[in-house]
């Protein structure tokens, strides 16, 4: 696994342990602040993964399957869906926060499978794995507390 790929990897969680950190600390004048970014962030990286795995499809389309494809504009997509209740006014930010969590644990089904098509290097899920689930438990964890 490339260095930087580990080092700035797990420094990327850094900023949704924070989120967490100041909403479990009960510091009320960062409260909306906390839980925005959390819920940015989490979205904003989501989506990065989808094209994280489209870009993987698109550097070997004669290996790709078809469903590369698809899974790889989801991200962005369920990210669009969970900010509907901010745009309209309804329950946010934890039910948002939760979706999105779960999604991001989720992901590592295709991420698994990218590996087994020979689309993803094979130290992918050594990367992945503790990756998916730091972001989506922290980003669950910033749901319940919110």
Known sequence: ????????????????????????MGWIAWR???LSLAY???ALIFSFLGGLWWGLAAARPDRAPGWVWYAAIAPSL?????????????????????VLGAAIVLSLAVDRKLVAAQLAPAWWM????????????????????A
């Open 78 to 98: 369920i990210a669009l869906v969970t900010a509907i209740p901010w745009a309209t006014g309804l329950e946010w930010p934890g039910p948002s926060l939760i």
């Open 1 to 24: 696994m490339p260095r930087n790929a580990r080092i700035l990897g797990f420094l990327g969680l850094a900023p949704q342990a924070a989120a967490l950190l100041v909403l479990l």
């Open 126 to 145: 050594r990367l992945r794995t503790p990756l998916s689930l730091g972001l989506g438990f922290l980003t669950i964890a910033s749901g319940l507390a």
């Open 32 to 34: 909306f602040a906390a």
């Open 40 to 42: 940015a962030y989490a």
